[in-house]
């Protein structure tokens, strides 16, 4: 499982260098500095550093949005719904970024506000993540040198590091924890807690369900992340997976769907025609912009929430 695990997320992340260099860079796409923003409500989860690591948490605009980086020390912030709307189903939401950045507004904040206004409690997970450059500057060279050695010839490339994710998946488990420490407080029902990951964070939702002993998660949901084939544990969640056609980590593979297909767990998989990479909500003008809905569906079908 270790190794098929690694295959996975050695593939979602390769996938996330192969994006092209001027759509990335271009126009709105171009990193931008921006001071931090504020995050009340942020909870310190206080699971410690990140080695070799003396840059500090720096905020830069993409695309409009804001991301975070260099993101050292791990926080969880909960979106609550209206307790009379709350149904007690949770989601522990996890952006995405390539381990190198979190997409916080995108794949976090907006999510999160969109699950508590519909009854269900949301939890923003903001992990540790690799080191990266100091300078924006230089975080953007290194990234368009990435994306230039990803244009190579696969024997061309140079090896990638490897990553365990060891952090990040403390930092679940911190989370998680915590969530189960003020489940009456925030009328968390812990029978019925499920996490949502985008691209790196559906990568991260997929380890978390492959590894942790701790976390005992309800339902899964990886959004455009890795799509390769996986050693299903027998204790495996249902699992809501969308991705879109054009996405570059999609190429055809649906590895994963077929590995919890043939443990006879109950998986839906919505493949869309268009819609790209790192949509969140959803863009204008792609099939992709109903995934949200039909992810509702999904859990009232399957008794996570009520009609």
């Not at 080695?51 to 993101?71: K, L």
């Amino acid at each position: 499982m270790q190794q098929q695990l690694a295959t996975f997320l050695r593939s979602m992340v390769f996938g996330l260098i192969c994006l092209n260099s001027a759509a990335i860079f271009a126009q709105d796409g171009k990193m931008y500095p921006m001071d931090a923003p504020n995050e009340p409500g942020a909870i310190p989860l206080n699971t410690g550093g990140v080695e070799n690591q003396p840059a500090q948490e720096s905020w830069f605009r993409q695309w409009g949005d804001p991301m975070a980086r260099n993101i050292t020390k791990a926080t969880l912030t909960p979106f609550l719904a209206d307790p009379k709307k709350a149904n007690g189903t949770s989601v522990i939401v996890a952006p995405g970024g390539g381990f190198m950045w979190l997409s916080m507004k995108n794949e976090g904040w907006e999510v999160a506000e969109a699950l508590a206004a519909r009854g269900i409690n949301a939890f923003v997970l903001k992990y540790r993540l690799q080191p990266t450059a100091d300078s924006l500057e230089a975080f953007e060279t290194q990234m368009n040198q990435r994306f230039a050695e990803a244009g190579k010839p696969a024997n061309e490339r140079p090896a990638r590091p490897q990553w365990d994710l060891k952090n990040q998946l403390q930092d679940v488990e911190a989370a998680y924890d915590l969530i189960n420490s003020r489940a009456k407080e925030w009328n968390v029902d812990m029978k019925k807690i499920g996490m949502m990951g985008f691209s790196a964070g559906a990568g991260l939702t997929m380890a978390t369900t492959l590894q942790s002993q701790k976390v005992k998660l309800a339902f899964i949901a990886p959004i455009y992340g890795g799509m390769n084939a996986v050693e299903v544990p027998k204790n495996a969640p249902p699992m809501f997976v969308a991705i879109a056609v054009d996405d570059f980590l999609f190429h055809g593979e649906a590895g994963l769907i077929k590995s919890w297909y043939d443990a006879k767990i109950p998986v839906e998989f919505h493949l869309y025609q268009n819609g790209g990479h790192g949509f969140g909500l959803g863009n204008p003008d792609r099939t992709s912009n109903k995934w949200f809905d039909s992810f509702m569906y999904w859990l009232e079908v399957n008794g996570f929430v009520k009609p």
